[in-house]
């Protein structure tokens, strides 16, 4: 495996001719405006295998298009959010401090978006699981797109919620949301109409306490589901 170290790396575009299978590992670096993008004619995903990040900084661009594979996050710090958007999630670990990260499934005015999406569910057909969370500690996640079921969850602060428990019940409109992004997680799964969203508690600072009594107090009414989508080895 190649290391890199320290590194700050500005600007940096990857298209489908650009990435190898070669294992890098990237330590205490700096991106800034980097992606990964797929061209607008593709109906495919650009593969991406065997990328580290540790405890690296994250400024702007992102990840578009993109088919995940054997790749692993520990520790990130983002300054602004990159764009993760219309990518392919397959044995790829997200663990401790990532203080946000938005995964969205859509590609919104791309106009190969429904090619994407049709691969994407294709792909998830015959992955045996797709992202493991299990160990991330991150105060603000949005999480779309990839099956529960192919989702590692911490049992204990993470929990899968569906579209349909929303309609179910109104009993979760009457939970207390202070001091937590959940009841934004929540509208835009009943806006947007996608059929789960993943919520997970940090597991460190201050909103720790508030995080567990919402995901308690959803759980106790049906809605939050603590094992739903987890495997277990």
Not at 4 to 24: K, Y
Not at 62 to 84: E, F, N
Not at 198 to 226: C, D, F, Q, W
């Amino acid at each position: 495996m190649r290391t890199i170290t320290g590194e700050t790396i500005f600007n940096a575009r990857l298209n489908r001719g650009d990435p190898s299978d070669e294992a890098i590992e990237f330590k205490n670096c700096w991106f800034q405006a980097c992606g990964v993008d797929v061209d607008a004619a593709d109906h495919a995903h650009v593969r991406v295998s065997n990328v580290h990040l540790r405890s690296c900084r994250v400024s702007g661009g992102g990840l578009r298009g993109v088919h995940l594979i054997d790749c692993s996050v520990r520790g990130l710090q983002v300054s602004s959010a990159p764009s993760i958007i219309g990518c392919v999630l397959e044995h790829v670990t997200l663990a401790g401090k990532i203080n946000k990260l938005i995964v969205r499934p859509e590609m919104r005015g791309w106009d190969n978006e429904a090619a994407l999406l049709a691969a994407a569910a294709e792909a998830y057909q015959r992955i045996d699981w797709a992202l493991d969370i299990s160990e991330l500690d991150c105060p603000d996640l949005s999480l779309k797109g990839v099956p529960p079921h192919l989702l590692r969850l911490d049992p204990a602060t993470q929990s899968v919620i569906s579209r349909e428990d929303l309609e179910r019940t109104q009993a979760w409109r009457e939970v207390d949301y202070t001091g937590t992004h959940i009841e934004f997680s929540i509208g835009r799964i009943v806006r947007e109409g996608w059929p789960t969203v993943v919520l997970a508690a940090p597991r460190t600072g201050p909103k720790v306490e508030a995080y567990m009594r919402v995901l308690g107090e959803l759980r106790s009414i049906g809605v939050a589901h603590r094992a739903h989508g987890r495997i277990d080895d």
